[in-house]
Nanobody, 117 residues
C-alpha cells in the first residue's frame, strides 16, 4: 500500500479557487489509479476525479469544466485544481490510490474544503 497525505483545503468564497495536493509515500508513476473523493456532511463519499494509468481522467458531472486532476511524477504528488467553487462543493476531500487493479485501496485522512456563499 501507499501512504497518502492531503493538503491545501481551507475556507474560500464562492467563485474562488483552491488547489489540493496529495503527496504519496512512493513513486506514483505506475500506480493503477489515483483520485479524489469527497464527503459532505450527512452524505456518502463520492468520486470527484480519477486518473487511470495510461488513460484519460474522468470527473463527476458536477465538477466537469471546473476541476482538473493532474500529477507530478517527480514529486509523487497528485493535484486537484478547483475553480469556480460553489457552496455545494463543501466537503472533506480524500485522496485515493489503488496500486494494481486487484490491490487494496489506500486513503488519506482528508482535507476539509468550505465554500462560503
Amino acid at each position: 500500500q501507499v501512504q497518502l497525505v492531503e493538503s491545501g483545503g481551507g475556507l474560500v468564497q464562492a467563485g474562488g479557487s483552491l488547489r489540493l495536493s496529495c503527496a504519496a509515500s512512493r513513486s506514483i508513476f505506475s500506480i493503477y489509479t489515483m483520485g479524489w473523493y469527497r464527503q459532505a456532511p450527512g452524505k456518502q463519499r463520492e468520486l470527484v476525479a480519477r486518473m487511470t494509468h495510461g488513460g484519460n481522467p474522468n470527473y463527476v458531472d458536477s465538477v466537469k469544466g471546473r476541476f482538473t486532476i493532474s500529477t507530478d511524477n517527480a514529486k509523487n504528488t497528485v493535484y486537484l485544481q478547483m475553480n469556480s467553487l460553489k457552496a455545494v462543493d463543501t466537503a472533506v476531500y480524500y485522496c485515493n490510490a489503488r496500486s494494481t487493479p486487484t490491490s487494496v485501496e489506500s486513503w488519506g485522512k482528508g482535507t476539509p474544503v468550505t465554500v462560503s456563499s
